[in-house]
């Protein structure tokens, strides 16, 4: 029966017409698997579900009314109870300020004398606090952490420009300067001691105990509004975030914003290739039913006869459908190898670009693989019976 029924439709097959929609499934397909495979992998670099908290230090942007007005490019209170609300941002912490002139001067082999800037923050996000952190009323030694960045600039700016030794980590520590704080209130002398450095605060911090005190009782005692924060986030590559920051026009540190504009960019443009992917599939569906419309059209008399002899639509109906699961069967074969090849390019490539992504296929991907070809083959397959059993 199978050669009978081979030597009819193989006459009325358009071979290139089936091809062309085979390499159209082809082509779709491994753009949708692809597309999908890299958005949930830029999805789980952006978005770890085990990432801990991490830090971002953020400002007004300082505009030519700031200048003109000398108004203060700061955040009002509406702000941070805008900033809060935020399900991006787990903790706001503010950045205080010295109100107060800073004067540290040395003698010795390293003498110096010049106007520094203090600043405090919560305690719990400084990070690892050193042990000699703090300081309570009627304490003269004052515990400071000040930048690396500040240290280098020391090292291989200050120093070298005036014929001053250079000082390590280490040693630093072991160092005292006299600071001298003068305010409106009066003034007061401490011996200040760097107790640790900070990967994270560009600045050079003082305990928050110090820094009250300091202001309300030698300083002008003013209630202001902070200038920088320090937001406490899960996730500092969350897209969400740099389009908040923008809209309301806050700054920070451009390069911690580069993966979230870079993984917003790439969620979009997959999102793209996978909607074009779609349309592929779509089109060689459309294209794959006419062929089997225009086959079982033009042979309809040889099936009417067939049906006379005793052949039912469902022997008819297995030997194209037969054909087309073989051919469907080869083209995901294809599309599998092609697959395998283009996420083991793409995943080598992130992860020599630092980004650590997990080898091998996702799931979901396989699962709408599985969807796409289970519902193009079962559509196919009605459409078939469908047409066979009004002929019948």
């Known amino acids: 029966m199978n050669k009978i029924l081979n030597k009819i439709f193989r006459s009325r097959r358009s071979r290139g017409q089936f091809l062309f929609a085979g390499f159209g499934f082809l082509l779709g397909l491994l753009m ?20 801990y908290p991490e830090y971002l230090i953020v400002s007004k942007q ?75 009323e009627g304490q003269k030694l004052l515990p400071v952490i000040i930048s690396k960045n500040f240290l280098d600039l020391y ?15 280490s040693t630093i520590g072991l160092l005292t300067v006299s600071v001298r704080i003068e305010g409106p209130q009066g003034k007061a002398e401490f011996k200040g001691k760097v107790v640790g450095f900070s990967e994270r605060i560009p600045s050079m911090i003082v305990p928050e105990s110090f820094m009250l005190w300091a202001n309300k009782n030698i ?66 569906f459309v294209i794959f039913m006419m062929n089997f419309r225009v086959v079982l059209a033009e042979a309809k008399n040889e ?11 469902g022997m008819i109906g297995r030997n194209l459908i037969s054909y087309f699961l073989v051919f469907v069967a080869i083209l995901v074969a294809i599309t599998s190898g092609l697959l395998y090849y283009g996420i083991s390019v793409t995943q080598k490539f992130m992860i020599d670009s630092g980004l650590e992504v997990s ?19 079962g559509v196919n397959i009605l459409v078939v019976m469908r047409m066979l059993n009004k002929q019948a």
């Open 62 to 136: 300082v505009r030519l009314g700031n200048m003109l007005t000398m108004a203060r490019a700061d955040f009002s209170k509406r702000d941070l109870r805008n900033l809060k609300k935020q399900a991006f941002i787990e903790e706001v912490g503010q950045f205080r300020s010295n109100q107060y002139k800073v004067i540290a001067y040395a003698k010795g082999q390293i003498p110096f004398y010049s106007e520094l800037f203090f600043e405090s923050v919560p305690d719990d996000m400084i990070g690892d606090l050193p042990k000699d952190w703090g300081w309570k």
């Open 155 to 169: 090292n291989f700016g200050y120093a070298l420009g005036n014929g001053l030794p250079q000082i390590s980590r």
């Open 32 to 51: 949708l698997l692809l597309s999908v495979q890299l958005y949930v992998q830029v999805n789980k670099v952006l978005n770890p579900k085990n990432a």
């Open 359 to 377: 080898k091998g296929i996702e799931p979901v991907a396989i699962l709408v693989g599985l969807v796409f070809v289970g519902f193009t083959v």
């Open 219 to 284: 300083g002008r005692n003013e209630d202001v509004n902070p200038s920088r924060l320090m937001l406490k986030v899960k996730n500092p590559a969350d897209p969400a975030i740099a389009k908040y920051l923008e809209k309301k026009r806050i700054q920070i540190n451009k390069d911690r914003l580069n993966a979230s504009k870079a993984g917003g960019v790439v969620k979009i443009v997959m999102s793209v290739i996978s909607l074009l992917g779609a349309f592929f599939i779509g089109l060689s």
């Open 303 to 313: 099936i009417k006869l067939l049906m006379q002899l005793g052949y039912t639509p």
